[in-house]
């Protein structure tokens, strides 16, 4: 299934190699040709650039840039490290102590063109219900600080700052450590929180027991443990005694046994590791002319043709108004993913249940959040604006007296459990095709819905960790760091499932099939790695490189006037250097140093040199007029925390502009779809709550 197959891409500046480009092509869209004709229009040279061009008024026109089109910076200079400096991933990447150091490859760019392919997409299917075009704006910069959803409301609610960790992931009040030294490589592994990482913690302290090594997890009951809660020097002794255990294990052990045992940790690969992964094969993944992948998603196109769905909207304003989704999704990948859907118009129907909540709705991360409240936590308003919640005990069967109808109501089913868990509650996409035949449902997971590792699960560090991201990430001869140390495989699968589903429901508009999208975090962050996985298939061998990129003539971080401040410099040809040292003379990093951080970033900037600050959340928070002005955060009231800003989808629309409002409580609105929506009247709504129904 190609939803893409019959239109054409005008590609302007150097969009042809970039990622964006290749999800088009994916989909089955032809790559070139003029501007006059084209379905869809890609550059990286922003509006400001493009005064002489002529846009036909049908054509979907994207645009991404470091800073977008329009504001106070857009003319500004930057690429990847300029961008991620001063949307503030680099700020949090990297060791105490030492300068932040860049993400392997251009993480920030990978992530902005998936957010750009959700926004084309969107605006394709808005074409199909009005007819017309829109420019889509994206800038790298926002969409960096889109992923600090942890940073963002710590400085909020607590007015702290996520400070370099190194190997280890900031929750909020807790530091836990993620990278840990094998006999022979490097592993990631994190204890998780509740239901879903016990059996995982237990695990781990079982197969240290088995060893015969020191195990201060003995007894931890894994069930209460909350990794947001847990003393610091408790912390500390448990992860004294891990590392020494990882120690003794290699990339093997951890590969097999670790596997076995089910202890949720993964060996950081290298390129030619993952050239050479056997699910990958399996999948198909690399079965391409030039063997490196080109696939983002898996369609599979539904056997049941329906007539062509009527358009209409839906009484919300956005490129997605009128579709109707129906949710089953949680933690970060799905939430993301039905945030996007709901912001950009979209009807969202979440399903939620109080014996499994959300992971969002349980981490205590800052001061104004407390232990057993499922509706005061920053995090989970963050992550779902836009939605409606429904409450369902699903162990019940009368839960499917509103499940069937929302099936039958739904355009769209989003879910991102394990393989074959919706299909155990009678709900895969069979079953949903079976009782709606167009129902177009979007399955993400860590290793996608085949394949050998299909039935294991992960969290963001996995897709990090398999793909090369985390082994390429860091100094020469030091351990590596995680890459980010924000969410990164979470925050780009949610657009490729975004994307793929807008494609999705424009192509059943026109063939009258739904279809089943399988997006697998791997294989995204794979993507992201390509330019590496073409180094390793030339028989080169890729390290960690600091803030070098051998495609530029010199770039770093440097230190500027005051604590733990920092500016970034790209100069990507020889004379963008010798500017740059006609300014400063020969040692810059002297010059820098007794500079103040935004100032250098101005009067660099001014001279045409790429620049910018490495920025906190506070600086991109209180004084960032181009983050301010492109409405990073937009202000919901929330009835616990009250208004604060929340983090924005991070588009914008020339024709169909978006309003997302606030998360929902706890099974805020059961009743109201249970009347509305499914039908019931309000004596069976009573008897269903009486009944434990809306657990």
């Excluded at 590596?480 to 499932?497: C, L, S, T």
């Excluded at 073409?534 to 003539?553: C, H, I, S, V, W």
């Excluded at 140093?593 to 101005?602: C, G, L, T």
């Amino acid at each position: 299934m190609k939803p893409l197959l019959g239109h054409r891409v005008a590609v302007l500046g150097n969009m042809a190699d970039r990622a964006l480009a290749r999800f088009l092509a994916s989909l089955g869209a032809e790559l070139g040709g003029p501007v006059e004709g084209a379905s869809f229009i890609i550059d990286d040279i922003g509006l400001g650039g493009l005064a002489g061009v002529s846009i036909p008024e049908s054509a979907v026109h994207v645009s991404v840039t470091a800073f977008g089109s329009g504001g106070p910076r857009s003319a500004w200079q930057g690429g990847e490290l300029v961008a991620s400096a001063m949307g503030g991933a680099l700020r949090v990447t990297g060791e105490p102590g030492l300068p932040p150091v860049k993400e392997a490859g251009d993480a920030c760019i990978f992530h902005a063109d998936m957010v750009a392919a959700s926004g084309a997409l969107a605006a394709h299917y808005a074409r199909g219900s009005h007819g017309r075009g829109q420019h889509v704006d994206v800038s790298v910069q926002q969409v960096a600080f889109s992923r600090n959803f942890n940073g963002v409301l710590v400085w909020q609610f607590d007015q702290r700052k996520l400070a370099r960790v190194g190997g280890s992931l900031a929750y909020g009040k807790a530091t836990v450590r993620a990278i840990w030294r094998l006999a022979d490589g490097w592993c990631f592994h994190s204890l998780m929180t509740g239901r879903l990482g016990a059996p995982a913690n237990q695990a781990l302290s079982d197969w240290m027991d088995d060893a015969g090594v020191p195990n201060p997890l003995a007894g931890t009951d894994w069930l209460s443990y909350n990794r947001s809660t847990l003393p610091a020097e408790t912390r500390a002794v448990w992860e004294a005694a891990i590392a020494a255990f990882f120690l003794s294990r290699t990339k093997h052990d951890i590969a097999t046994e670790g596997l076995r045992r089910g202890i949720n940790a993964c060996v950081a690969n290298e390129p030619a590791d993952v050239l050479a992964d056997p699910h990958l094969a399996a999948r198909g993944f690399f079965d391409t002319g030039d063997g490196l992948p080109d696939r983002f998603a898996t369609f599979r196109e539904g056997r049941a043709q329906i007539p062509a769905p009527a358009i209409h909207t839906g009484p919300r304003p956005g490129p997605l108004s009128g579709v109707k989704v129906l949710d089953f999704a949680w933690a970060l990948v799905g939430s993301i993913t039905t945030k996007t859907l709901g912001d950009l118009g979209a009807e969202v129907v979440k399903i939620e249940t109080r014996t499994r909540p959300d992971l969002a709705r349980l981490d205590v991360q800052v001061s104004a959040s407390k232990p057993g409240n499922w509706d005061d936590k920053p995090w989970f308003a963050h992550l779902n604006s836009s939605k409606r919640s429904v409450s369902l005990n699903m162990k019940k069967p009368e839960a499917r007296e509103l499940i069937d109808p929302l099936i039958d109501w739904a355009d769209v089913v989003v879910e991102n459990f394990s393989p074959g868990t919706m299909a155990k509650l009678g709900l895969g996409y069979d079953d949903l095709a079976a009782r709606n035949a167009g129902i177009v449902m979007v399955s993400g997971s860590v290793f996608g819905q085949t394949g050998p590792l299909a039935q294991e699960w992960g969290v963001d560090g996995t897709g990090g960790a398999l793909s090369g991201r985390t082994f390429l990430t860091g100094w020469p001869e030091r351990d590596p760091v995680i890459p980010g140390a924000v969410p990164y495989g979470d925050v780009i699968v949610p657009y490729v499932m975004a994307a793929s589903v807008a494609g999705a429901l424009q192509h059943r508009r026109e063939t009258g099939r739904g279809c089943h999208i399988d997006a697998s975090m791997y294989e995204i962050c794979v993507q992201q790695m390509r330019d590496y996985l073409a180094m390793a298939k030339r028989g080169e061998r890729p390290q960690r490189t600091g803030n070098a990129d051998a495609r530029l003539f010199w770039q770093d971080v440097l230190p500027a006037a005051g604590d733990d401040r920092w500016v970034a410099i790209t100069c990507a040809t020889q004379a963008d250097h010798a500017r740059l040292l006609a300014l400063t003379g020969p040692d810059v990093a002297a010059w820098t140093a007794v500079r103040e951080d935004h100032a250098i970033a101005a009067q660099l900037q001014a001279a045409g040199i790429a620049c910018g600050v490495v920025q906190d959340c506070e600086d991109m928070i209180e004084r960032d007029p181009q983050l301010d002005g492109r409405g990073a955060l937009v202000t919901l009231d929330h009835p616990l925390l009250g208004p604060f800003g929340h983090i924005a989808t991070p588009l914008r629309f020339s024709r169909d502009a978006f309003t997302p409002f606030r998360a929902p409580g706890m099974g805020e609105h059961v009743h109201d779809v249970a009347r509305d929506i499914c039908g019931l009247s309000d004596a069976r709504i009573a008897e269903l709550e009486q009944a434990g129904v809306f657990q």
